[in-house]
């Protein structure tokens, strides 16, 4: 009976050297922003510049609409146009998107996908 938990540790005792061995076959990982992370920051940042600029947004709950922005990579706006929705949203959301310092894309590819992007108000 004495021998039992010696054997059990005979037993184990390779397992826990595996466990604790450093494998050397993967590189250690490095976190960077992927492009989605990117992508999904520019979105945020676009969205709080406009807020920022968007009075009273509870008079149009309820209401959509969705503006098309033309924006240069440094974020300087070129135009903005209404596509569709309630004219009042869409006339306050177009003096939200002029008056926006929007800021400049992060990156290339990113500005690709932002440079003529539709923006949908749902207040």
Same mark, same amino acid.
């Given at each position: 009976?004495?021998?039992?938990?010696?054997?059990?540790?005979?037993?184990?005792?390779?397992?826990?050297?595996?466990?604790?061995?450093?494998?050397?076959?993967?590189?250690?990982?490095?976190?960077?922003?992927?492009?989605?992370?990117?992508?999904?920051?520019?979105?945020?940042?676009?969205?709080?510049?406009?807020?920022?600029?968007?009075?009273?947004? /509870?008079?149009?709950?309820? #209401?959509? &609409?969705?503006?098309? +922005? @033309?924006?240069?990579?440094?974020?300087?706006?070129?135009? *903005?146009?209404? /596509?569709?929705?309630?004219? #009042?949203? &869409?006339?306050?959301? +177009? @003096?939200?998107?002029?008056?926006?310092?929007?800021?400049? *894309?992060?990156? /290339?590819?990113?500005?690709?996908?932002?440079?003529?992007?539709?923006?949908?108000?749902?207040?």
């Amino acid at each position: 009976m004495r021998l039992i938990p010696f054997i059990l540790l005979a037993l184990c005792s390779p397992l826990l050297l595996t466990a604790c061995k450093h494998s050397t076959t993967q590189p250690p990982k490095i976190y960077t922003l992927d492009k989605s992370s990117k992508i999904s920051s520019y979105a945020a940042a676009i969205k709080t510049a406009v807020e920022m600029q968007m009075f009273e947004p /509870e008079a149009y709950a309820g #209401k959509m &609409c969705t503006v098309r +922005i @033309s924006i240069q990579r440094d974020g300087t706006l070129n135009s *903005a146009i209404a /596509e569709g929705g309630d004219p #009042k949203l &869409c006339k306050a959301a +177009i @003096s939200a998107v002029t008056h926006a310092k929007i800021p400049p *894309a992060p990156d /290339e590819n990113t500005w690709q996908i932002f440079k003529n992007a539709p923006l949908d108000f749902r207040p």
